[in-house]
């Protein structure tokens, strides 16, 4: 059989001479005009941080559809605010406790095959809300897709650190976690759009599709070698399992962000049922409103915090965790005239507020990374999700929507300034034992810059 030639081991094209030139396909022209300038290395972090990123931003679409739409659940179950809490509750508890099974099955085989399985597993899952017609059906669905998305956001930040040099962590994973707002606006914008109009099971079904489609295309990117970009040393308390109870570094980033979550799970699920009900919004005002902000803040405070992160750490260690306890604390006053105030300074306060505590995503997530080594970090994240949950987004919308149900809306808001204002203080502590990263002239070892060609 005539072969037109093969690709060697730089996937480059090799012509077989003794085939017709006129019969070449045009293909193999383009393949081989365009590689040399196109190559692997160049080309495939890009296209992996790009898949993984849109993956997490559907993460968060399905996540947020629900905060948008649930005054419609309400009135189609006659369920409390209690129980609509309890929706998000019971969501965190098995995503959390399905965490720390994914993360040592991380450490050992091949990520992207399971970050692709479990995308596939939970896209299915948000089609089935189809089929949901009761409250308790509606509580199982919710409960199941918290095992597929443990699968994504557990792995996928170990992805997205081996992919480029360390010195850049922040900044890139400050566009990796662009996904967090832009989806949970996205989310809030597509219920509050379309859940009113075409009934609040409508918009799941938007958000679940393109899930399947860019779960297959990561089938096709490479998977990075474990700790290529690393240049950290390897103590016992980075290297181990056992070591990781004893690494400072990692509680103190671990608590303050559990902290953080409490703050952020609470405002996300019930920011926009107190415009609605507390302030006098129309349930479509609301959700357009409180998710215009959330992606305008997040979008300028992701890439902010992670560019101002990576140009602080060249100065001194500890940067990751004082640029997220100064945005922390910055944020607890204005969160306080945010939720108190009735008059022209309430939007605001809101948006300031939020872009505080979106400020410190990206640097506190670099904080994460860095306390622990290559080999451990999938388990390592797999604890901290199991911590912050527990502790912080898993108690507060149930919480949150207890104190309402006895006191107010508003009263109950009180929490997540008190959560704040403890976060702040953890990270300020965690400054002490922050890691030496090696960067610049001083990394000896570690994976070579990745071009941004």
């Known amino acids: 059989m005539l072969r037109w030639g093969s690709f060697d081991c730089a996937d480059r094209f090799v012509p077989n001479r003794s085939a017709s030139l006129r019969m070449t396909p045009l293909w193999i022209y383009v393949h081989v005009i365009f590689l040399p300038q196109v190559t692997q290395r160049k080309l495939y972090p890009w296209t992996a941080l790009v898949l993984l990123t849109t993956l997490n931003f559907l993460n968060y679409i399905d996540r947020s559809v629900l905060f948008a739409v649930q005054p419609l659940v309400q009135k189609e179950f006659h369920i409390s605010n209690t129980q609509v809490g309890a929706l998000t509750t019971v969501f965190l508890i098995c995503y959390m406790i399905a965490a720390p099974f994914v993360g040592p099955l991380a450490d050992r085989y091949s990520r992207k095959l399971i970050i692709v399985l479990g995308a596939i597993f939970w896209s299915g899952l948000t089609l089935l809300t189809a089929v949901t017609h009761t409250y308790h059906e509606l509580l199982l669905r919710h409960t199941l897709v918290g095992i597929g998305e443990a699968t994504f956001v557990t792995i996928a ?234 502790l912080g987004d898993v108690p507060s919308p149930t919480l949150m929507g207890y104190i309402a149900d006895k006191r107010s809306l508003q009263t109950a808001f009180i929490g997540p300034v008190i959560a704040m204002v403890l976060s702040s203080a953890l990270l300020f502590y965690g400054m002490r034992f922050a890691p030496a990263a090696a960067t610049g002239k001083e990394k000896q070892a570690g994976a070579p810059e990745m071009s941004a060609g």
């Open 157 to 390: 930040p170990t992805f997205v650190a081996d992919l480029f040099s360390q010195e850049r962590r922040g900044r890139i994973l400050g566009i990796f976690y662009l996904a967090i707002p832009v989806g949970t606006a996205a989310g809030y914008l597509l219920g509050g759009k379309l859940g009113p109009v075409h009934g609040w099971r409508f918009p799941f079904y938007v958000a679940a599709a393109p899930g399947f489609l860019v779960a297959l295309a990561f089938l096709l990117v490479p998977e990075p070698e474990r700790g290529r970009s690393d240049s950290i040393e390897e103590t016992r308390e980075r290297r181990t399992i056992w070591g990781l109870a004893r690494n400072p570094a990692f509680w103190t980033a671990t608590l303050g962000m559990a902290m953080m979550t409490f703050a952020l799970g609470g405002l996300q699920v019930w920011m926009p049922t107190f415009l609605v009900q507390s302030r006098g919004y129309s349930l479509e005002s609301a959700n357009e409103t409180f998710g215009a902000i959330i992606v305008v803040d997040g979008i300028i405070a992701s890439l902010a915090g992670g560019w101002l992160g990576d140009r602080l750490l060249r100065r001194y260690r500890s940067a990751y965790y004082s640029v997220s306890a100064v945005s922390m604390a910055l944020g607890v006053p204005v969160m306080i005239v945010a939720l108190f105030s009735k008059g022209p300074a309430m939007l605001p306060g809101i948006a300031i507020a939020a872009f505080l505590l979106l400020f410190n995503t990206a640097p506190l997530n670099a904080a994460l990374i860095n306390s622990v080594g290559a080999h451990i970090r999938a388990t390592a994240i797999s604890v901290n999700i199991f911590i912050i949950h527990a």
